[in-house]
């Protein structure tokens, strides 16, 4: 549209350098017409100048934008208006001529095989209108069908054509009791349609200047401003906010982190359900519940509520099977796996419970697709508080679902990653995690440190975690995690974690 907006003085006006022929055209043209008439209302304007109302309500806007060139004023009326119905019944024709019209001219039609070829609405309300208008009728076939027979040749479509007129606001000649029918069978509605009323303005012109916004040096020097028209100030106009505040470190960090894996083709996965079951917590990841991190001095258990309201009951079965062993070709665990501690909530230890459900909803698809998905969210442990460790964290982790992945595309896709990170001399060491086989743990040389750090851990999914969710068997995972926290008091010289959560930390 011919706007510009001009945020210091809160003004709309139109630059006709930038615009085509015609738009340019519709705004002389109004002006034209409130020329020649002395006002014109918005509803007019669009049907005398052809153009839909909302642009001319567009292009009525931008002349009052210009001062003193236009007075508009807005006004409520009410109109009748189309339902989607109706629209329908304009645009193809009423139900009655449509039935009728379906009917064999001579031998007539069953009721049974219009019902094929209509929807049940359509078709009672075609018949009965068509009854009411006396062109059908309808003859008995000693069945519980009947047949409809035409008791006319031919029939006009009053209904389309009456509302065509109406779709147009071209009501002369159309009668109370034709509106009060059409709304009754639910093809009409009356309601509110705002309208602009447009009036010559006190500096009136059909010839339009572009106002010019600011007052050079060069205009002053040469006289030109003389002969310029000039915005008003508009002191009302709010100013922008001044910038105050900063992000924390470690949201910065974070955005970067998120920012990294979006560039490298990532999903972010939905990471708020902070309680999550034991079973998604800990067995669908091939933990065993004897495992020692399920114990209270390592995890947060729910008092209320404690149990989880359902699991998964086809999916649950194979987890237990696969745990107590001799399934999938695994030993398993080779113990007694019970449901009620896999329903014992808990506040999640790590955002693999994520993953899993991420991967259990995959392999319900009908068809596999590979897939990327990574999440930086929270996550809570029952540890002792120090300078490196606290009970409430965030864990930073993304993974790769597609056929016949090794432990070479980890490595690869992993020097990828933190090679975004700034860290290009990386070494891996042989690890051991539940659920991934083969585990390596990731190291990067610090070259201020002068020396190897940890910088994350990561792994091959087992086929006993996969399987029992009903992924392909040619379908492999690779993943990766990390925490936010560490990168991050690297990047900032923090040694104590606790004063990261500091109020005086700053930004650097």
């Known amino acids: ?29 109004i002006l ?41 004023e807005q006004r409520q009326t009410e109109l009748w208006r189309l339902t989607g119905e109706g629209k329908d019944v304009a645009q193809n024709g009423s139900h009655e001529v449509i039935v009728f019209e379906a009917v064999d001219s001579k031998k007539g039609t069953l009721q049974s095989e219009l019902e094929k070829k209509f929807p049940r609405e359509r078709l009672e309300v075609g018949v009965r209108q068509g009854l009411v208008k006396k062109w059908l009728e309808l003859k008995k076939t000693g069945t519980d069908d009947k047949l409809l027979m035409r008791k ?45 009323l447009v009036s010559k ?19 002053i020097a040469s006289g030109a401003w003389k002969g310029k028209t000039f915005k008003p100030y508009n002191f009302s106009a709010l100013g922008l906010s001044p910038k105050s505040g900063h992000l924390h470190p470690l949201m910065k960090v974070r955005s970067e982190f998120r920012q990294i894996f979006l560039e490298m083709g990532f999903t972010e996965m939905p990471t ?82 994520v993953t899993a459900r991420m991967l259990y909803k995959l392999s319900q698809q009908e068809t596999f697709s590979p897939v990327k998905y990574f999440s930086v969210d929270r996550v809570f442990r029952n ?59 990731v190291f990067s040389y610090h070259d201020e440190l002068k020396k190897w750090i940890e910088v994350g851990n990561s792994g091959v999914f087992r086929p006993e975690m996969l399987l029992p969710m009903g992924l392909p068997e040619n379908v492999s995972v690779i993943a990766w995690g990390l925490s936010l926290e560490r990168p991050t008091m690297i990047k900032y010289n923090v040694a104590n974690i606790r004063d990261l959560f500091g109020r005086d930390r700053k930004s650097g």
């Open 383 to 441: 540890e002792a508080l120090d300078a490196t460790h606290l009970a409430e964290f965030h864990q930073i982790e993304g993974f790769i679902a597609d056929y016949d992945l090794t432990l070479a595309n980890l490595i690869g896709i992993l020097y990828e990653f933190f090679k975004k990170l700034g860290m290009t001399n990386l070494k891996f060491k042989p690890t051991y995690n539940p659920y991934t086989e083969p585990s390596m743990e």
């Open 201 to 219: 303005g006190s500096a009136f012109t059909t010839q339009i200047e572009k106002p010019v916004a600011e007052l050079t040096a060069d205009m």
């Open 1 to 29: 549209r011919n706007i510009v907006r001009n945020r210091r003085l809160g003004l709309k006006t139109i630059s006709f350098a930038d615009h085509a022929m015609e738009e340019k055209s519709l705004h002389q043209k």
């Open 152 to 196: 006319v040749k031919v029939v006009n479509d009053e209904v389309k054509s009456t509302l065509q007129k109406i779709a147009e606001q071209r009501l002369e000649g159309i009668g109370e009791s034709q509106f009060k029918d059409l709304q009754r069978r639910k093809l009409l509605i009356k309601g509110a349609f705002t309208t602009f």
């Open 272 to 353: 708020n359900n902070f309680v999550e079951s034991s079973f998604w917590n800990f067995d669908a990841l091939f933990q065993p519940q004897q495992h020692p991190a399920r114990d209270a001095h390592d995890t947060f258990f729910m008092k209320d509520p404690k149990y989880a309201a359902e699991l998964p009951e086809e999916y649950a079965e194979q987890v237990k099977l696969v745990h107590e062993g001799n399934q999938y070709g695994s030993i398993g665990y080779q113990y007694d796996w019970k449901f009620e501690e896999a329903k014992k909530n808990v506040l999640r230890t790590h955002t693999t419970a």
């Open 32 to 72: 034209d017409v409130v020329s020649e008439r002395g006002s014109a209302s918005s509803s007019a304007l669009a049907k005398h100048l052809g153009y839909d109302h909302q642009t001319v309500v567009g292009a009525i806007k931008s002349l009052h934008s210009l001062p003193g060139v236009v007075n508009v």
